[in-house]
């Protein structure tokens, strides 16, 4: 069974979603001063922008240092070192300074010029750009310094926990362990947070990949997984690993045309590690094809696997649709 999410860690949640939110807010009103003259409206804007991420980057870590005593309650340990917000200023996830983040905006905006966009459109982009990189930010500070308090207070192990609303990436990885010296897998905007794990009993939506999609509403599945087909084909049985997973590589699903029919397909889990490569072997028309790479036989399948919103136009009947979606892998 999944961790039971403590209620610390819903109120650290709730307190880190606004914190972030309103830092976020505050950066978009600061870009909101920007003129025609990029460089010397950014340069008049800068300090007021900067001081607003620090002050929240502190906060921010302030808030995460003191989650993790809280959240283990009474079986907390003395920690082994002292840590404080102050020292999580300043610098990005990657290492890099905050300023040189902050005038990326400034980049995007000089760059959708020199595409033909005007002043409004070419700020518009680079506002875009400042509020996500901001938000990533905030809650890759706030990791940091949940894991420089994890350490402190000698945690192995922690289990992902989702901030609502969430994308299909962040949802099939709800609920999955890792260990301390693990960095946290996450993309721009990601705000799952990290919850000590200390028990294994009972679920939470938060925690339960399934049972936060089966909470939503039709078109929030719809949405985060990327289509109405794909949501009806969740309803319908369909695996929601297998359904996010098409569209994890770029370019992986794609249209085609084959006897004057429009299809659409995806070339992901069609090697011969694939669970789709293992479904559709079953299908007698279904040909391997080998391409030799460094040296070795890599095996595909010749026949395109196809998505679930082809599957529903061209199916006989709901009972010949999910004879589709296993025979393409999609039902496990």
């Not at 403590?6 to 001063?33: D, H, K, M, N, T």
């Not at 980057?57 to 404080?84: F, H, I, K, M, N």
Request: charged letters at 20%; aromatic letters at 8%; hydrophobic letters at 40%.
């Amino acid at each position: 069974m999944l961790q039971t999410v403590p209620e610390a860690a819903l109120s650290y949640s709730a307190f880190q979603r606004a914190e972030i939110g309103a830092a976020v807010s505050a950066v978009a009103r600061q870009w909101r001063r920007m003129g025609s003259d990029f460089d010397s409206s950014y340069a008049r804007i800068e300090p007021a922008l900067l001081a607003v991420l620090f002050t929240a980057q502190e906060r921010v870590a302030d808030g995460a240092l003191g989650y993790v005593p809280d959240v283990l309650g009474d079986a907390a340990p003395e920690p082994v070192y002292a840590s404080a917000g102050s020292r999580f200023v300043g610098v990005a996830g990657d290492g890099l300074p905050v300023a040189s983040l902050a005038y990326g905006a400034v980049i995007q905006a000089k760059a959708a010029v020199a595409q033909g966009m005007d002043v409004a459109v070419a700020l518009a982009r680079g506002g875009q750009h400042l509020t996500l990189a901001s938000g990533t930010l905030l809650s890759d500070t706030g990791r940091a310094a949940e894991k420089v308090s994890g350490g402190a207070h000698r945690l192995k192990k922690w289990t992902r926990m989702l901030n609502p609303p969430s994308c299909g990436r962040c949802v099939i990885l709800a609920g999955k362990t890792f260990w301390q010296s693990e960095a946290f897998d996450r993309h721009p905007g990601c705000d799952c947070r990290n919850v000590p794990s200390t028990e294994d009993t009972g679920d939470d939506a938060r925690t339960d990949p399934k049972a936060y999609l089966d909470s939503l509403s039709e078109a929030e599945q719809d949405r985060i997984l990327g289509s109405k087909a794909n949501g009806q084909a969740f309803r319908d049985g369909a695996d929601m690993n297998q359904l996010i997973n098409a569209y994890r590589k770029a370019g992986a699903v794609r249209p085609a045309q084959i006897h004057g029919q429009h299809i659409k397909y995806t070339t992901e889990g069609t090697t011969r590690r694939g669970h789709a490569y293992w479904q559709m072997q079953q299908a007698q028309y279904i040909k391997e094809q080998g391409v030799t790479r460094n040296g070795s036989k890599y095996r595909q399948l010749k026949a395109p696997r196809l998505m679930p919103e082809t599957i529903y136009s061209t199916a006989k009947d709901p009972a010949d649709a999910k004879r589709l979606l296993k025979l393409y892998g999609w039902i496990v």
